[in-house]
């Protein structure tokens, strides 16, 4: 062990009659502690929210998303299949149609969004087969329905019930609840219903059209540049659309959010490096005669700042260790007990979701903690560096 390292290491551990410094160290200890849990946790929660809306939006759309502005044809969605299949990345496709309608229940109305689908090739693309909680996919059949748990518990209906729905053309159809659905997202089991591509059409007035065709990769953080290269496949007649693109505010709020809490939360380490710089400049006055001895016998200022410096990395250290074990506990039982409950009305989802990442975000946490621990240092080491043999020994 080197000589500095040794005698930092002493005077942390070591009794003093000084109580009062070893309070301190106790409380730095703490504060950087308390401040890395805090981060990882509130972290952690962002993630997990960062990660579920991801799953949710995807699963209920695609990786990619197709349209043309005039609407596609039958032939061109022929056409646009044949281009893209060769794609490695491509894991399926399906055509869908899309628009707003009015449901209506006895005395109860409800504007929604109609979706369209084949529902063979849906189940390539979104995970609604795997949400049915009521019905099977199989039964989306012409005059057939698929609704959400959140629209169909405010409409009072059930699976074989009728639904009236109203389109903007004027145009009417009675069609049957087959199954239910539950993603987990509020705002999509409150306001989309699901039927059979065929049905869809007649109901929105699109004849032979499609609105867009859905595609979903083996790998959607491909998406970027697989819509590069569809782009290129199929021409300028159409738009492309990713599954970030699609829902840019919900992505873009939620990194700001968590880069928001995590510079609120870093606030709390950098209150935390007070005390340790409180806790080095008591320890340098308190031995300063050891100081003006170590420096007689001929230690370097270079070897006395490193020995406080190590001191203060030590309680860094320490904080951050303890900080990253709770941190860590606290998360693994948020996420296995789930005992803070969220409105699903109010959020997307009924419970905390908690996402550990160890790179980069409790590295990063970890890092950031060490350099604050680092620039705290820097003032306590350098008064103790610049002590003369004489004056740190003229008083004892």
Known sequence: MKTELFISWRYLATKRKEKLISLISII????????VAALIVVTAVMAGFDNDLRDKIV??????????YKGIESNEYENIMRKISGNPHLKGASPY??????????????????????????TQVTNIERYLINGDIGNLEQDCVIIGKELASYLGVNRDSDLSVYSPLSKTRKLKVVGIFNSGMYDYDANLIFTNLKTAQEILG????????????????LANQVKEEFARDLGFNYNLKTWIEMNPN????????KLTMFIILTLIILVASFNIISTLIVMVVEKTKDIGILKAIGMSSKKIRRIFTYQGLMIGAMGTLFGT?????????LKKYQFIKLPADIYYI??????????????LIIIV???ITLISTIYPVSKAAKLKPVEALRYE
């Not at 074990?325 to 039982?333: E, R």
């Not at 009924?350 to 590295?363: N, Q, T």
Request: charged share 15%.
């Open 97 to 122: 149609v899309q628009g707003q309608v009015l449901v209506q229940e006895g005395n109860r109305f409800f504007a929604v969004g109609l979706k369209g689908i084949q529902p063979q090739l849906e």
């Open 250 to 257: 919900f992505f873009a709020a939620l990194k700001l959010e």
């Open 325 to 333: 074990l709770t941190g860590i506990l606290l998360c693994n039982l």
């Open 369 to 371: 903690a060490m350099a």
């Open 28 to 35: 730095s200890v703490l504060g950087v502690a308390i401040g």
């Open 350 to 363: 009924d419970r905390l979701p908690v996402s550990i990442e160890f790179w980069p975000d409790i590295a």
């Open 59 to 68: 699963g209920n759309y695609s990786h990619i998303t197709i349209t043309d």
């Open 206 to 221: 699109l004849n032979n059209q499609i609105s867009a065709v859905a595609v979903k990769l083996d790998n959607l953080y």
